[in-house]
């Protein structure tokens, strides 16, 4: 599995995010530490949600519901 590298955030909810527009895929970072990848993420999306007012609130109405799998700490 690829490494996405991941920028951080002003969140309280997510500490950082990071995408790869080859495979439309968005890695999460959750304050707690744990990160989830989302599929189906257009680099459109992604730009919306870096620039979003609030990151937590717009992931939350926008992005949570989409495919996604937790990351083993070695894939993270």
């Known amino acids: 599995m690829n490494t996405i590298t ?3 955030v002003q969140s ?3 500490t950082s995010i990071g995408h790869d527009p ?3 895929t968005l890695d999460v970072e959750f304050a707690s530490g744990v990160v989830h990848r ?3 993420v257009s680099a459109e ?3 919306d949600l ?3 007012a609030s990151i937590g609130k717009h992931f939350a109405t926008e992005l949570r519901h989409l ?3 937790k990351l083993t ?3 993270a």
Request: net charge negative; no cysteine.
């Open 22 to 24: 080859f495979t439309n």
């Open 6 to 8: 991941r920028q951080p």
């Open 67 to 69: 495919p996604n799998a």
């Open 50 to 52: 870096l620039h979003a």
């Open 45 to 47: 999306q992604f730009l």
């Open 38 to 40: 989302y599929r189906d």
């Open 73 to 75: 700490d070695e894939e």
């Open 12 to 14: 309280s909810a997510i």
